[in-house]
């Protein structure tokens, strides 16, 4: 056997794990961390800022000042700069297309590492990633909490005229205001409980948080009814905000059906008060219930003589 030949395939076979570890570490002396969001919400400027945190390991032989990070993004590569006040985070400011939601793109960093003669200039790839753009989407309710009938706005932007609100599943009167205001009026629901606000439209779902109702008043003046049979006066409903759209009906009931004679309650929409006229039937005592979910109950004693 040749020993000599023996020993040369030996030294090339311990060469290979040498130089596959050369190239790790040639890859190791820094780390990218980046820090582009994967989903971002449109602004008016459709720009949008890839960013990434750029870090010497311990003990590289980086040269100071040698680092060089760039954005590949549609092919063309552009530069980053250093974020204002950071020494290692690094930024690019990419204008999106118009008409495009989304980008791919990566990061390229180029460096130099001292050497005996010098220098060596390296480079490091990292994978490609991609972000995109959220044109339609809520910030916020403008309120957290809110009465029955009362108009409280969704905040965020791409609504559109078709847009629907529910609260607790059911359907609250909307108007768009804008494309990054969307109105609702809080629909006639138990008061004292949080309900799951959501706008349905053509795009999609979204879920806006939740709105606690408060109880809301109604007030009826007069506060009692005193009349004799075939006697007619006048009962007037009054709430502290304006109707929503289509108006609101207010259930009133009796304990003394036969005596009290009266028409269908209802406050137009805009409107903040309404009244109908109360006619005396048979002799009675009794009393008037005024009920509208979301609203505190009201009692009105009736007496017909």
């Given amino acids: 056997m040749d020993i000599s030949a023996l020993n040369s395939t030996k030294r090339r076979w311990l060469l290979v794990p040498l130089l596959i570890a050369a190239l790790f570490l040639a890859g190791c002396n820094l780390k990218v961390i980046n820090l582009t969001p994967t ?21 590289s032989a980086i040269m100071e000042g040698s680092i060089r990070p760039e954005v590949i993004i549609d092919g063309v590569s552009k530069p980053m700069t250093l974020a204002p006040g950071n020494d ?36 490091y790839y990292t994978d490609v990633s991609n972000f995109i753009v959220e044109r339609r989407y809520s910030v916020e309710l403008e309120v957290d909490r809110a009465p029955v009938g009362t108009k409280v706005a969704i905040l965020g932007r791409g609504f559109e005229n078709s847009d629907k609100v529910t609260v607790g599943g059911v359907p609250a009167p909307a108007r768009l205001e804008s494309a990054t205001s969307l109105a609702f009026y809080v629909p006639s629901l138990d008061p004292g409980r949080n309900y799951e606000v959501k706008v349905l439209g ?25 009349l004799s049979s075939g006697q007619k006066m006048p009962l007037v409903f009054h ?63 009736a007496s017909v003589q």
Avoid: C, H
């Avoid at 590492?113 to 060596?120: E, I, L, P, S, T």
């Avoid at 003394?256 to 409107?271: E, K, L, R, W």
């Fill in 88 to 123: 290692d985070i690094w930024e690019y400011d990419f204008e999106m297309p118009q008409g495009r939601n989304s980008a791919a793109y990566y990061l390229l960093v180029r460096y130099d590492v001292k050497a005996n003669d010098g220098f060596r200039s390296k480079e």
């Fill in 202 to 226: 053509v795009r999609g779902e979204i879920s806006v948080g939740t709105l606690r109702i408060d109880a809301s008043q109604i007030f009826v003046t007069p506060s009692s009814l005193s």
């Fill in 239 to 301: 709430i502290p905000d304006p109707a929503p759209p289509g108006g609101l009906r207010i259930r009133v009931t009796t304990d003394i059906p036969q005596s009290i004679i009266m028409d269908v309650v209802t406050i137009q929409a805009g409107m903040k008060s309404t009244s109908i006229t109360v006619e005396g039937g048979r002799p009675g005592i009794g009393n008037l219930f005024v009920e509208v979910p979301g609203y505190s109950e009201v009692v009105v004693p």
């Fill in 39 to 59: 989903s971002m919400k449109a602004n008016p400027s459709s720009t949008y800022t890839i960013s990434a945190q750029i870090l010497k390991k311990r003990g």
